[in-house]
């Protein structure tokens, strides 16, 4: 189980096969990977299948990424009930951002995408769609939102208040980390083996948070 740091301690959803809804499969053991990553991984009591993986891929501006996952504004709340349905986000590379070039905001290697991420959506896989199994290359964690004014009016009333008309164009673009770098990590709980070891071997399944 792999997610963003501050979301690590929630419990795991999951669908399995053969099963009429998702059940709840608590974390066990969480590490947390070394700063200024935003990234922890943990583990549960089970297998679930997974079209995830992890590769060494190159990742550049214009390059195709996805993600998948549950953003507040997909939950359904009722008195007696809640539920939620995932969402799927596609679009490109926007640029490569690198570590330090975020004033004021410590953050390793990443990438900015074409389309914004969420709250709710933290945390989830930024993978290249390829088969047989979807390429994981980041972990999603913000948006990076910019203002522009582009037009300001101010008229004083006859009675000297001042109306002002203002036309602010507003940008949003999704944020995740790289997580190639990480690959070489080895997490105590993964006993000696590293995150890509791990993931090529198929001994814990990748997921969203």
């Given at each position: 189980?792999?997610?963003?740091?501050?979301?690590?301690?929630?419990?795991?959803?999951?669908?399995?096969p053969?099963?009429s809804?998702?059940?709840v499969?608590?974390?066990g053991?969480?590490?947390?990977?070394?700063?200024?990553y935003?990234?922890?991984?943990g583990?549960?009591?089970?297998?679930?299948?997974t079209?995830?993986?992890?590769?060494t891929?190159?990742?550049?501006?214009?390059?195709?990424?996805?993600?998948?996952?549950?953003?507040?504004?997909?939950?359904?709340?009722?008195?007696e009930?809640?539920?939620?349905?995932?969402?799927?986000?596609?679009?490109?590379?926007?640029?490569?951002?690198?570590?330090?070039?975020?004033?004021?905001?410590s953050h390793?290697?990443?990438?900015?995408?074409?389309?914004?991420?969420?709250?709710?959506l933290?945390?989830?896989?930024?993978?290249l769609?390829k088969?047989?199994?979807?390429v994981?290359?980041?972990l999603?964690?913000?948006?990076?939102?910019g203002?522009?004014?582009?037009?300001?009016?101010?008229?004083i009333?006859?009675?000297g208040?001042?109306?002002?008309?203002k036309?602010?164009?507003i940008?949003?673009?999704?944020?995740?980390?790289d997580?190639?770098?990480?690959?070489?990590w080895r997490?105590?709980?993964?006993?000696?083996?590293?995150?890509l070891?791990?993931?090529?071997?198929g001994?814990?399944?990748?997921?969203?948070?």
């Amino acid at each position: 189980m792999m997610s963003q740091r501050r979301v690590a301690f929630w419990d795991s959803v999951f669908a399995p096969p053969g099963s009429s809804g998702n059940v709840v499969n608590p974390l066990g053991v969480v590490n947390y990977a070394p700063d200024p990553y935003d990234v922890s991984v943990g583990t549960v009591d089970g297998h679930y299948p997974t079209t995830l993986t992890l590769a060494t891929e190159a990742v550049h501006a214009w390059k195709d990424v996805a993600t998948f996952g549950y953003p507040e504004t997909a939950l359904n709340v009722l008195p007696e009930a809640f539920w939620i349905y995932g969402r799927a986000f596609r679009g490109y590379v926007h640029r490569e951002v690198k570590q330090g070039q975020f004033p004021g905001n410590s953050h390793p290697d990443s990438f900015e995408v074409s389309f914004p991420i969420p709250p709710g959506l933290s945390g989830a896989p930024l993978f290249l769609h390829k088969s047989p199994r979807d390429v994981v290359v980041g972990l999603c964690v913000g948006v990076n939102r910019g203002e522009t004014t582009e037009f300001v009016f101010e008229e004083i009333r006859d009675d000297g208040q001042v109306r002002t008309e203002k036309r602010v164009r507003i940008e949003e673009y999704g944020i995740a980390h790289d997580l190639r770098p990480l690959h070489g990590w080895r997490p105590p709980s993964f006993n000696g083996l590293s995150l890509l070891e791990i993931a090529r071997q198929g001994l814990t399944p990748l997921s969203s948070a």
